[in-house]
């Protein structure tokens, strides 16, 4: 089973993605609240998916991409979504080596085809 983490300090927002990706029922969900909790996730679990918001209380969620990136013992893929939705910002993620980038508000079927695609199912 895949493992996917979902980065997101909006409580109610990480359980709707929770949800929705529970329901598939194929997929082991974890989540973090915070950046360093993120990081701290991230070196255990070495998840296959990270659905990282940008803003978050304390590490923003560049400098987390930015760090799976560089980390060899690492292989994530990261998926940004974030409210930030300029152009700038999707460069900004991109460039720090994101996968893909999603603004909020979201799509829940947008969402699964971009996470299953992602994995490549």
């Known amino acids: ?27 082991e969900i974890h989540e973090a609240g915070t950046g360093k909790e993120a990081l701290e996730k991230i ?12 803003m978050l209380p304390d590490i923003d969620g560049y400098t987390i991409c930015e760090q799976i990136k560089e980390d060899p013992s690492l292989n ?13 910002d999707k460069r900004v993620g991109y460039s720090m080596g994101a996968d893909d980038y999603m603004t909020k508000p979201f799509g829940l079927a947008d969402l699964i085809t971009r996470v299953e695609n992602l994995l490549g199912e």
């Open 1 to 27: 089973m895949k493992k996917i983490l979902i980065v997101e300090d909006e409580q109610n927002v990480r359980g709707l993605i929770k949800e929705t990706l529970e329901f598939l029922n194929k997929y």
């Open 43 to 54: 070196k255990e679990l070495n998840p296959d998916l990270v659905i990282l918001d940008i």
């Open 76 to 88: 994530s893929l990261v998926l940004i979504l974030t409210a930030r939705s300029s152009d700038l």
